[in-house]
Nanobody, 126 residues
Framework: QVQLVESGGGLVQAGGSLRLSCAAS????????MGWFRQAPGKEREFVAT????????YYADRVKGRFTIGVNNAVNTVWLQMDSLKPEDTAVYSC???????????????????WGQGTQVTVSS
């Protein structure tokens, strides 16, 4: 089991930036790929980005490509998400997730991930 705790959410004006962090503990050696997802009120959970602990397998959703950057800090078992040029439509609860199921499921599919954090609210005002 992997425990995940997100931080860094908040309220920001459109065009601003936020940096989210996800601290992982427990059986982190059992995971290879970490992901960020988001869910807005009344909408389904949406893929945002993935990265592996080795720093590869970096993928972004088209909606955030060029504005968001994902990375890892292996020294402290942390995955971060730098969000720039934020838009009101980026408003959502952002959650990080630790992969643990067969890679054939696909890294952008929530079903691939076995552990989830509690989420952190990001609100972008217009």
């Amino acid at each position: 089991q992997v425990q995940l705790v997100e931080s860094g959410g908040g309220l920001v004006q459109a065009g601003g930036s936020l940096r989210l962090s996800c601290a992982a503990s427990g059986r982190t050696f059992s995971t290879r790929v970490m992901g960020w997802f988001r869910q807005a009120p009344g909408k389904e959970r949406e893929f945002v980005a993935t990265v592996s602990w080795s720093g590869d397998n970096i993928y972004y959703a088209d909606r955030v490509k060029g504005r968001f950057t994902i990375g890892v800090n292996n020294a402290v078992n942390t995955v971060w998400l730098q969000m720039d040029s934020l838009k009101p439509e980026d408003t959502a609860v952002y959650s990080c997730a630790a992969g643990g199921r067969p890679a054939s499921i696909g890294y952008s599919n929530p079903a691939y991930y076995a552990s989830w954090g509690q989420g952190t609210q990001v609100t972008v005002s217009s």
